[in-house]
Protein backbone atom coordinates (compact mmCIF):
# COMPACT_ATOMS: atom_id res chain seq x y z
CA UNK A 1 0.00 0.00 0.00
CA UNK A 2 3.06 2.48 0.52
CA UNK A 3 6.01 3.44 -1.59
CA UNK A 4 7.56 6.54 -0.44
CA UNK A 5 10.50 8.37 -1.29
CA UNK A 6 13.16 5.83 -2.17
CA UNK A 7 16.81 5.27 -3.83
CA UNK A 8 17.68 3.87 -6.95
CA UNK A 9 19.52 0.35 -6.86
CA UNK A 10 21.07 1.25 -10.13
CA UNK A 11 24.98 0.91 -10.14
CA UNK A 12 25.80 3.10 -12.71
CA UNK A 13 23.82 5.80 -10.93
CA UNK A 14 25.58 9.02 -10.03
CA UNK A 15 24.87 11.90 -7.70
CA UNK A 16 22.02 14.10 -9.85
CA UNK A 17 22.40 18.01 -9.99
CA UNK A 18 19.74 19.77 -7.87
CA UNK A 19 17.31 22.16 -10.35
CA UNK A 20 15.75 23.99 -7.17
CA UNK A 21 14.11 22.09 -4.92
CA UNK A 22 14.16 19.38 -7.49
CA UNK A 23 16.44 16.20 -7.76
CA UNK A 24 16.92 15.23 -11.17
CA UNK A 25 18.63 12.06 -12.96
CA UNK A 26 21.07 12.72 -15.59
CA UNK A 27 18.95 13.64 -19.29
CA UNK A 28 15.70 14.51 -16.92
CA UNK A 29 14.26 17.98 -16.67
CA UNK A 30 10.84 19.19 -14.94
CA UNK A 31 7.56 21.45 -15.66
CA UNK A 32 4.85 22.37 -13.55
CA UNK A 33 0.99 22.53 -15.35
CA UNK A 34 -1.24 24.73 -13.21
CA UNK A 35 -5.00 24.13 -13.50
CA UNK A 36 -8.14 25.36 -11.54
CA UNK A 37 -7.29 24.58 -8.24
CA UNK A 38 -4.74 22.39 -8.96
CA UNK A 39 -0.52 22.44 -9.81
CA UNK A 40 1.19 19.47 -10.73
CA UNK A 41 5.22 18.88 -11.05
CA UNK A 42 6.06 17.16 -14.02
CA UNK A 43 9.48 15.35 -14.28
CA UNK A 44 10.03 14.02 -18.07
CA UNK A 45 12.68 12.85 -20.58
CA UNK A 46 13.14 15.07 -24.20
CA UNK A 47 11.92 12.31 -27.06
CA UNK A 48 14.90 10.26 -28.05
CA UNK A 49 13.23 10.70 -31.29
CA UNK A 50 10.19 12.47 -32.66
CA UNK A 51 6.89 9.83 -33.15
CA UNK A 52 6.80 7.82 -29.97
CA UNK A 53 3.83 7.21 -28.15
CA UNK A 54 3.17 9.24 -24.92
CA UNK A 55 3.48 7.66 -21.69
CA UNK A 56 2.39 8.81 -17.83
CA UNK A 57 4.01 7.42 -15.29
CA UNK A 58 2.08 7.65 -11.40
CA UNK A 59 3.58 7.28 -8.06
CA UNK A 60 2.79 5.57 -4.42
CA UNK A 61 1.66 6.87 -1.18
CA UNK A 62 4.36 8.85 -0.12
CA UNK A 63 6.51 8.58 -3.14
CA UNK A 64 6.69 11.08 -5.96
CA UNK A 65 8.01 11.51 -9.83
CA UNK A 66 11.63 10.41 -8.80
CA UNK A 67 10.30 7.26 -8.42
CA UNK A 68 9.93 6.28 -12.22
CA UNK A 69 13.75 7.61 -12.88
CA UNK A 70 15.27 4.67 -13.31
CA UNK A 71 12.11 2.76 -15.31
CA UNK A 72 11.92 6.01 -18.15
CA UNK A 73 15.69 6.02 -18.50
CA UNK A 74 15.43 2.28 -19.88
CA UNK A 75 11.97 3.42 -21.52
CA UNK A 76 14.01 6.51 -23.14
CA UNK A 77 13.71 5.28 -26.79
CA UNK A 78 10.67 3.44 -26.64
CA UNK A 79 8.47 5.80 -25.20
CA UNK A 80 7.68 9.64 -24.54
CA UNK A 81 7.75 9.80 -21.06
CA UNK A 82 6.58 11.68 -18.12
CA UNK A 83 6.08 11.33 -14.38
CA UNK A 84 3.83 13.40 -12.40
CA UNK A 85 3.75 14.15 -8.71
CA UNK A 86 0.48 13.66 -7.39
CA UNK A 87 -1.31 16.82 -5.44
CA UNK A 88 0.51 16.83 -2.02
CA UNK A 89 3.31 14.66 -3.01
CA UNK A 90 7.00 15.08 -4.64
CA UNK A 91 7.27 18.76 -5.64
CA UNK A 92 3.43 19.36 -6.11
CA UNK A 93 1.39 21.48 -3.73
CA UNK A 94 -1.67 20.14 -2.12
CA UNK A 95 -4.96 20.46 -3.86
CA UNK A 96 -6.76 23.50 -3.19
CA UNK A 97 -9.74 21.30 -2.05
CA UNK A 98 -7.82 18.72 0.20
CA UNK A 99 -9.16 16.06 -1.35
CA UNK A 100 -6.67 12.96 -1.39
CA UNK A 101 -9.48 10.25 -2.87
CA UNK A 102 -8.42 8.00 -4.82
CA UNK A 103 -11.16 9.56 -7.22
CA UNK A 104 -9.81 12.65 -6.48
CA UNK A 105 -5.86 11.90 -7.54
CA UNK A 106 -7.59 9.90 -10.84
CA UNK A 107 -9.31 13.11 -11.16
CA UNK A 108 -6.21 15.10 -11.83
CA UNK A 109 -4.87 12.65 -13.65
CA UNK A 110 -7.54 12.84 -16.24
CA UNK A 111 -7.41 16.42 -15.68
CA UNK A 112 -3.57 16.60 -17.16
CA UNK A 113 -4.43 14.35 -19.60
CA UNK A 114 -7.42 15.87 -21.15
CA UNK A 115 -5.58 19.94 -20.67
CA UNK A 116 -2.35 18.08 -22.08
CA UNK A 117 -4.16 16.17 -25.15
CA UNK A 118 -1.69 13.44 -24.92
CA UNK A 119 -3.59 10.54 -24.68
CA UNK A 120 -4.02 8.15 -25.35
CA UNK A 121 -1.11 7.36 -22.99
CA UNK A 122 1.13 4.03 -22.20
CA UNK A 123 -0.46 4.38 -18.23
CA UNK A 124 1.99 3.12 -14.95
CA UNK A 125 0.78 3.29 -11.66
CA UNK A 126 2.69 1.74 -8.37
CA UNK A 127 1.15 1.06 -5.18
CA UNK A 128 -1.54 3.96 -4.79
CA UNK A 129 -0.75 5.27 -7.84
CA UNK A 130 -1.97 1.59 -9.56
CA UNK A 131 -5.24 1.93 -7.67
CA UNK A 132 -5.68 5.71 -9.18
CA UNK A 133 -4.64 4.28 -12.90
CA UNK A 134 -6.63 1.53 -12.42
CA UNK A 135 -9.87 4.00 -12.17
CA UNK A 136 -8.77 6.30 -14.73
CA UNK A 137 -8.60 3.43 -17.23
CA UNK A 138 -12.29 2.05 -16.43
CA UNK A 139 -13.53 5.67 -16.71
CA UNK A 140 -11.90 7.05 -19.67
CA UNK A 141 -10.71 3.70 -21.51
CA UNK A 142 -10.07 6.82 -24.46
CA UNK A 143 -7.00 8.19 -22.41
CA UNK A 144 -5.44 4.66 -21.86
CA UNK A 145 -3.38 3.07 -24.39
CA UNK A 146 -2.09 0.26 -22.16
CA UNK A 147 -1.91 -0.41 -18.55
CA UNK A 148 1.21 -1.21 -16.31
CA UNK A 149 0.47 -1.99 -13.02
CA UNK A 150 3.20 -2.82 -10.63
CA UNK A 151 2.07 -3.82 -6.60
CA UNK A 152 -1.08 -2.18 -7.64
CA UNK A 153 -2.91 -1.22 -3.92
CA UNK A 154 -6.29 -3.51 -5.11
CA UNK A 155 -8.54 -4.38 -1.96
CA UNK A 156 -7.29 -7.76 -0.29
CA UNK A 157 -9.38 -9.68 2.47
CA UNK A 158 -6.15 -10.35 4.50
CA UNK A 159 -3.84 -7.14 4.49
CA UNK A 160 -0.28 -8.08 5.57
CA UNK A 161 0.62 -7.24 8.86
CA UNK A 162 3.45 -4.68 7.61
CA UNK A 163 0.94 -3.33 5.98
CA UNK A 164 -1.33 -2.40 9.05
CA UNK A 165 0.99 0.73 9.98
CA UNK A 166 0.01 2.43 6.67
CA UNK A 167 -3.45 1.30 7.23
CA UNK A 168 -3.58 3.31 10.46
CA UNK A 169 -2.85 6.62 9.07
CA UNK A 170 -6.32 6.31 7.83
CA UNK A 171 -7.74 6.80 11.84
CA UNK A 172 -7.98 9.92 13.27
CA UNK A 173 -5.47 11.00 15.12
CA UNK A 174 -3.05 8.06 14.45
CA UNK A 175 -0.60 10.52 12.12
CA UNK A 176 -0.51 13.30 15.02
CA UNK A 177 0.37 10.16 17.29
CA UNK A 178 2.68 8.80 14.84
CA UNK A 179 4.31 12.41 14.24
CA UNK A 180 4.90 12.57 17.89
CA UNK A 181 5.90 8.93 18.68
CA UNK A 182 8.79 9.33 15.89
CA UNK A 183 9.97 12.91 16.92
CA UNK A 184 13.10 11.87 17.68
CA UNK A 185 14.32 9.35 14.72
CA UNK A 186 16.45 11.14 11.74
CA UNK A 187 15.70 10.94 8.31
CA UNK A 188 18.47 8.78 8.24
CA UNK A 189 16.47 6.25 10.33
CA UNK A 190 13.25 7.00 8.80
CA UNK A 191 14.53 6.56 5.02
CA UNK A 192 16.53 2.98 6.61
CA UNK A 193 13.01 1.61 7.83
CA UNK A 194 11.05 2.38 4.67
CA UNK A 195 14.06 0.87 2.52
CA UNK A 196 13.68 -2.19 4.34
CA UNK A 197 9.85 -2.47 4.55
CA UNK A 198 9.66 -1.94 0.28
CA UNK A 199 12.99 -3.36 -1.44
CA UNK A 200 13.32 -7.13 -1.56
CA UNK A 201 16.72 -6.32 -1.10
CA UNK A 202 17.65 -3.58 0.16
CA UNK A 203 21.74 -4.38 0.27
CA UNK A 204 21.00 -3.54 -3.47
CA UNK A 205 20.70 0.17 -3.31
CA UNK A 206 23.79 2.40 -3.74
CA UNK A 207 25.40 4.41 -1.16
CA UNK A 208 24.53 7.30 -3.39
CA UNK A 209 21.57 6.41 -3.56
CA UNK A 210 20.54 5.94 -0.14
CA UNK A 211 22.39 9.62 0.67
CA UNK A 212 19.87 11.14 -1.93
CA UNK A 213 16.91 9.65 -0.38
CA UNK A 214 17.91 10.92 3.05
CA UNK A 215 17.95 14.11 1.65
CA UNK A 216 14.87 14.06 0.07
CA UNK A 217 13.15 12.59 3.17
CA UNK A 218 14.36 15.65 5.26
CA UNK A 219 12.82 17.61 2.88
CA UNK A 220 9.59 16.15 2.85
CA UNK A 221 9.20 15.78 6.75
CA UNK A 222 9.80 19.94 6.86
CA UNK A 223 6.73 20.17 4.93
CA UNK A 224 3.64 21.59 6.80
CA UNK A 225 1.37 19.36 4.54
CA UNK A 226 3.67 16.05 5.27
CA UNK A 227 1.23 14.28 7.62
CA UNK A 228 -1.86 15.46 6.30
CA UNK A 229 -1.23 15.00 2.59
CA UNK A 230 -0.32 11.01 3.75
CA UNK A 231 -3.25 10.51 6.16
CA UNK A 232 -5.96 11.66 3.52
CA UNK A 233 -4.77 9.39 1.31
CA UNK A 234 -4.19 6.93 2.91
CA UNK A 235 -7.71 6.87 4.29
CA UNK A 236 -8.43 7.43 0.69
CA UNK A 237 -7.09 4.14 -0.21
CA UNK A 238 -9.13 2.26 3.31
CA UNK A 239 -12.46 4.18 1.63
CA UNK A 240 -11.43 2.44 -1.92
CA UNK A 241 -11.19 -0.85 -0.65
CA UNK A 242 -14.88 -0.46 1.02
CA UNK A 243 -16.84 0.62 -2.00
CA UNK A 244 -18.90 -2.03 -3.51
CA UNK A 245 -20.62 -1.73 -7.17
CA UNK A 246 -19.54 -0.47 -10.17
CA UNK A 247 -17.57 1.83 -7.72
CA UNK A 248 -15.18 -0.74 -6.05
CA UNK A 249 -11.62 -1.36 -7.56
CA UNK A 250 -11.89 -4.62 -8.80
CA UNK A 251 -15.52 -4.34 -10.96
CA UNK A 252 -13.29 -1.70 -12.49
CA UNK A 253 -9.93 -3.66 -13.04
CA UNK A 254 -12.66 -5.97 -14.85
CA UNK A 255 -13.59 -2.68 -17.33
CA UNK A 256 -10.67 -1.72 -18.04
CA UNK A 257 -10.18 -2.75 -22.16
CA UNK A 258 -6.88 -1.28 -22.20
CA UNK A 259 -4.12 -4.61 -22.71
CA UNK A 260 -2.07 -4.91 -18.95
CA UNK A 261 0.78 -5.66 -17.49
CA UNK A 262 0.92 -7.00 -13.93
CA UNK A 263 4.13 -6.66 -12.22
CA UNK A 264 4.20 -8.29 -8.70
CA UNK A 265 7.00 -8.73 -6.14
CA UNK A 266 7.78 -11.63 -4.42
CA UNK A 267 9.26 -10.41 -1.49
CA UNK A 268 6.60 -7.54 -1.24
CA UNK A 269 5.66 -6.78 2.26
CA UNK A 270 2.99 -4.39 1.40
CA UNK A 271 0.85 -5.96 -1.65
CA UNK A 272 0.11 -9.36 -1.01
CA UNK A 273 2.03 -11.88 -3.68
CA UNK A 274 -1.09 -13.96 -3.51
CA UNK A 275 -3.08 -11.21 -5.11
CA UNK A 276 -1.16 -12.00 -8.18
CA UNK A 277 -3.46 -14.41 -9.88
CA UNK A 278 -6.62 -12.65 -8.74
CA UNK A 279 -5.63 -9.40 -10.56
CA UNK A 280 -4.32 -11.27 -13.75
CA UNK A 281 -7.60 -12.96 -13.76
CA UNK A 282 -9.47 -9.36 -13.51
CA UNK A 283 -7.83 -7.64 -16.00
CA UNK A 284 -8.61 -9.34 -19.22
CA UNK A 285 -6.52 -10.19 -22.06
CA UNK A 286 -3.55 -9.27 -19.35
CA UNK A 287 0.31 -10.42 -18.97
CA UNK A 288 1.74 -11.17 -15.53
CA UNK A 289 5.32 -10.54 -14.37
CA UNK A 290 6.06 -12.34 -10.88
CA UNK A 291 9.74 -11.28 -9.49
CA UNK A 292 10.24 -13.58 -6.34
CA UNK A 293 12.99 -11.64 -5.10
CA UNK A 294 11.69 -8.10 -5.54
CA UNK A 295 9.77 -6.41 -3.19
CA UNK A 296 7.20 -3.29 -3.23
CA UNK A 297 8.90 -1.16 -6.23
CA UNK A 298 9.97 -3.51 -8.89
CA UNK A 299 10.40 -0.77 -11.31
CA UNK A 300 13.51 0.86 -8.65
CA UNK A 301 14.55 -2.54 -8.18
CA UNK A 302 14.86 -3.76 -11.65
CA UNK A 303 13.81 -1.55 -14.38
CA UNK A 304 15.75 -3.53 -16.84
CA UNK A 305 13.19 -6.47 -16.46
CA UNK A 306 10.05 -4.52 -15.77
CA UNK A 307 10.83 -2.19 -19.16
CA UNK A 308 11.66 -6.19 -21.28
CA UNK A 309 8.19 -6.92 -20.43
CA UNK A 310 6.64 -3.66 -21.28
CA UNK A 311 8.16 -3.75 -24.77
CA UNK A 312 6.69 -7.33 -25.34
CA UNK A 313 3.10 -5.63 -24.53
CA UNK A 314 3.76 -2.49 -26.70
CA UNK A 315 4.68 -4.80 -29.80
CA UNK A 316 2.03 -7.48 -28.66
CA UNK A 317 -0.44 -4.60 -28.95
CA UNK A 318 0.93 -2.86 -31.63
CA UNK A 319 0.75 -6.36 -33.76
CA UNK A 320 -3.05 -6.06 -32.28
CA UNK A 321 -2.64 -9.47 -31.04
CA UNK A 322 -6.19 -10.68 -30.24
CA UNK A 323 -4.90 -12.81 -26.98
CA UNK A 324 -2.03 -11.84 -24.64
CA UNK A 325 -2.55 -13.46 -21.91
CA UNK A 326 0.74 -14.90 -20.33
CA UNK A 327 2.03 -15.47 -17.46
CA UNK A 328 5.92 -14.99 -16.71
CA UNK A 329 7.89 -16.32 -13.96
CA UNK A 330 11.29 -14.26 -13.86
CA UNK A 331 13.87 -15.29 -11.37
CA UNK A 332 15.96 -12.71 -12.31
CA UNK A 333 13.52 -10.41 -9.82
Known amino acids: MSSTELPGVRSTAEPSPLVGAVRLAEGEQVRTVVLPGLELNLRFRPSARTGLPP ?157 VAVEEMERRMALPYFWDAMTR ?31 YGGRDQLVSYRMARKAAAAFRGSRLLCLPEAGHVAMMEYPEVVAAAFEDLLRASDAGAGDTDRDTEDGRG
Open 233 to 263: SSRGIVDAYTLGGQHGLWRQAQRVLAPALLV
Open 55 to 211: ALFVHGLGGSSQNWSALMAELAGTVDGEALDLPGFGWSPPPADRDYSVTAHARAVIRHLDAAGRGPVHLFGNSLGGAVSTRVAAVRPDLVRTLTLVSPALPELRVQRSAVPTALLAVPGVAALFGRLTRGVTAEQRTRGVTGLCYGDPSRVTPEGFG
